[in-house]
């Protein structure tokens, strides 16, 4: 056992490549003239290029807010799958206070808040949401905002389940 662990890291030390001294600026220079790759991408990168968006692209205004009165965190709209009467004040708000990544809002407002986890089929709308589900959410009294692996998702709700849906 000993002997090959020893004979395969002879033979993986003679086949690496062979080390060199240090680069002088005159060789790297001389390199970078030749046509190396890394030259040739750093030639080709323009650094003064600016980067066009449309003028109505926004975070925001693709997200939904929630907050606690001290927290804030977005969601994508058609994120939020259920929002009890009691807790609208805390959904599409003005931000107040800190913004805190989705798991961190989730984890300080466990007991307002919940997660629904879907499939990408599911959030697609191509597979619908069990129905069973979606009936357990007014019974929780919690705002159910739709996750996958773990992360806010926007979701698709097929024509015939859109009654279901209270924040679009």
């Known amino acids: 056992m000993k002997a090959s662990l020893i004979l395969a890291l002879v033979s993986t030390a003679a086949t690496a490549a062979p080390m060199t001294d240090r680069i002088s600026a005159d060789a790297l220079q001389a390199r970078r003239a030749a046509g190396s790759p890394v030259a040739t991408l750093a030639q080709q990168a323009e650094p003064n290029k600016q980067v066009t968006r449309a003028k109505d692209q926004s975070l925001i205004k693709q997200s939904m807010i929630i907050s606690d009165g001290q927290n804030w965190t977005l969601v994508p709209k058609g994120a939020v799958l259920h929002i009890p009467e009691a807790l ?3 959904i599409n708000v003005r931000p107040v206070g800190n913004l805190l990544s989705w798991k961190e809002f989730v984890i300080r407002n466990r007991n307002w808040i919940s997660g629904e ?3 990408m089929r599911q959030a697609e709308g191509i597979q619908p949401i069990d129905a069973r589900r979606i009936a357990y959410w007014p019974k ?3 705002v ?3 996750v996958h692996l773990g ?3 926007s979701v698709t709700i097929p024509e015939p389940e859109n009654e279901t849906v209270q924040n679009r």
């Open 88 to 90: 609208s004040s805390h």
């Open 144 to 146: 159910i905002v739709a």
């Open 151 to 153: 992360g806010p998702i």
């Open 117 to 119: 986890e879907v499939s």
């Open 140 to 142: 929780q009294s919690k």
